[in-house]
T-cell receptor
Framework: AQRVTQPEKLLSVFKGAPVELKCNYS??????LFWYVQYSRQRLQLLLR??SRESIKGFTADLNKGETSFHLKKPFAQEEDSAMYYC??????????FGGGTRLMVKP | GAVVSQHPSWVICKSGTSVKIECRSL??????MFWYRQFPKQSLMLMAT?????????EQGVEKDKFLINHASLTLSTLTVTSAHPEDSSFYIC?????????????FGPGTRLTVL
């Protein structure tokens, strides 16, 4: 069975500091991984996916199959990045499994 | 991008009543929609997968007679919480997957907060 783990429930950094939100997964097949973000009082929305190798809002995430990780990184955090971040894995059954989420707080 | 709406956004009901929540894909067709439940400060838990024209597939531990799902058309899925009890109070979120898209991207609704008194 697949599992997505986000070890940090809360991550607090100062504006301009680098940020890394950790995500580890377990899945027997070839994973398809996503990061979703939920800003305050807004719906969940896709931030990025490993397939497209994009950089969205300065965030990047690299799939490391050896370490079964998909950490989300940004070199310089902004206050508007404060939100809940969810790592998610898509399995062959076409279902998304979410991690527990990490709340990022960027302090001025 | 694709938009998913939910109605109502917030509902308060008495214990024992049934509540219907609608999920609509506004500008695309969705053969498959998903229903999630989210408790405060917790992650989304998949309840069921709703397939247009067929019965929903429920996750383990989710009572199908309690949470009735009907995917009536390619743009509408409904979740009915029957004989609601206070422990059913939660945030219910639906999502829809774009048919024929290059990626398995799901678009999420804004959620419905259910409070059962």
């Amino acid at each position: 069975a697949q599992r997505v783990t986000q070890p940090e429930k809360l991550l607090s950094v100062f504006k301009g500091a680098p940020v890394e939100l950790k995500c580890n997964y377990s899945y027997s097949g070839s994973p398809e991984l996503f990061w979703y973000v939920q800003y305050s009082r807004q719906r969940l929305q896709l931030l990025l996916r490993h397939i497209s190798r994009e950089s969205i809002k300065g965030f990047t995430a690299d799939l490391n199959k050896g370490e079964t990780s998909f950490h989300l990184k940004k070199p310089f955090a902004q206050e508007e990045d404060s939100a809940m971040y969810y790592c998610a894995l898509y399995n062959a059954g076409n279902m998304l499994t979410f991690g527990g989420g990490t709340r990022l707080m960027v302090k001025p | 991008g694709a938009v998913v709406s939910q109605h109502p956004s917030w509902v308060i009901c008495k214990s024992g009543t049934s509540v219907k929540i609608e999920c609509r894909s506004l500008d695309f067709q969705a053969t498959t929609m998903f229903w999630y439940r989210q408790f405060p400060k917790q992650s989304l838990m998949l309840m069921a997968t709703s397939n247009e024209g067929s019965k929903a597939t429920y996750e383990q531990g989710v009572e199908k007679d309690k949470f009735l799902i009907n995917h009536a058309s390619l743009t509408l899925s409904t979740l009915t919480v029957t004989s609601a009890h206070p422990e059913d109070s939660s945030f219910y979120i639906c999502s829809a997957r774009v048919d024929g898209g290059d990626y398995n991207e799901q678009f999420f609704g804004p959620g419905t907060r259910l409070t059962v008194l």
